[in-house]
Structure formats: C-alpha cells, structure tokens
C-alpha cells in the first residue's frame, strides 16, 4: 500500500460526545490507508461507543485508562505521544479543549496530548452551538491555537439535539485530510 498514511502511527483521542460514532468511521477508513491506529477512549467516551468497536476496525487494543493497557502494551502514555506520528482529538469536546489548555491531565487521553505538544496534534471539536460560542470555551480554542494546537471545523448544520448551527464536528475526509497536512 502506498500513500501518505501508510505506516504511519496516528494516536486518536475519543472523548465523550455524540460524534464519537464518527471517531470509529475515522478510525476504519485510517486504518485501510495503512496508518497504525492506536486509540485512547475516555471514560465518557466509553459511554457511547465500544472499545470493541476500535478494536474491530484497527486490529489494535484500545487504552481507556491510566491504569490499564491491552495486553500487548508495553509503553507508556509519554511514549505512545512520542511514537505518534500525529494525534487527532475527535470528538473534541469542550472538557477535552479545556483540559489541554489549562495542563489539566486527570486521565489518559489528557496526559497523552500534555506529553504530545511537541507533536502535531489536531482538534476536531463537536459540541452543542451554544456551547461552541460559550466565551470560555472560545479562550481555550484560542490558547490551544497559541499552543501551536490545530483544529479542523467544527462544521455548521444540524447537532444531535436538533438544533442547527456551529458545533457539528468536521466530515471524515477533512480530518483526513488535515492529518495528511499535519505529516506531510
């Protein structure tokens, strides 16, 4: 196989919002391009979604906790951030974005992204719109862009709640393509 993605290490982050379903399609189709998909659940993310899910369309184990690992996991989170080639945050929520702009690491997919800032590292937010225009979070957006951070969206439309505006998180084939700039 032969593309931008093959062989390499993309470590992604799932956080707890209703995009994360969208997180297992990124997930499936990065693998397919050859990319070594190691995936960090949170807790909330695990709520959603399945680790089994992760696990099925990338053929590795899933980490969801400081303290336990796959059992063919024989690194730490400061290692898994330094092997990556690129670490992609999606969903993004608004905890996440908060967390990583105020050096809060109270769990695994936190810590990662702390060790990981000499990385590329890209954001795909999803949320609520009025949590998106929600003056704090838009500081954080903005301390995370300081950092050196990228985001990709989020995109406009219809949210899960029915409402319709800014928060959708970006359409797979942007974060793809973004990931494919980030390493390029």
Request: charged share 20%; net charge neutral; proline share 5%.
């Amino acid at each position: 196989m032969s593309g931008k993605l093959n062989n390499r290490r993309i470590v992604l982050g799932v956080s707890g919002g209703i995009a994360a379903y969208k997180a297992a399609d990124l997930a499936g189709k990065l693998t397919a391009q050859g990319a070594k998909v190691s995936c960090i659940l949170t807790a909330n993310a695990c709520e959603l979604v399945t680790p089994k899910t992760f696990e099925a369309v990338t053929g590795q184990g899933v980490f969801t906790s400081l303290w336990s690992a796959p059992e063919d996991f024989r690194i730490g989170h400061v290692e898994l951030a330094q092997e990556a080639d690129v670490v992609v945050v999606a969903p993004a929520t608004a905890n996440i974005i908060g967390k990583v702009a105020h050096g809060i690491c109270d769990d695994l997919l936190s810590t990662t992204l702390c060790a990981a800032w000499q990385r590329p590292v890209i954001f795909a937010p999803a949320m609520n719109t009025r949590m998106w225009n929600n003056p704090a979070v838009q500081r954080n957006v903005e301390t995370l862009r300081q950092m050196g951070f990228r985001l990709v969206g989020p995109g406009e439309g219809r949210l899960a709640c029915g409402e319709e505006g800014p928060g959708r998180m970006a359409e797979v084939p942007q974060i793809i393509e973004a990931i494919e700039a980030a390493i390029a």
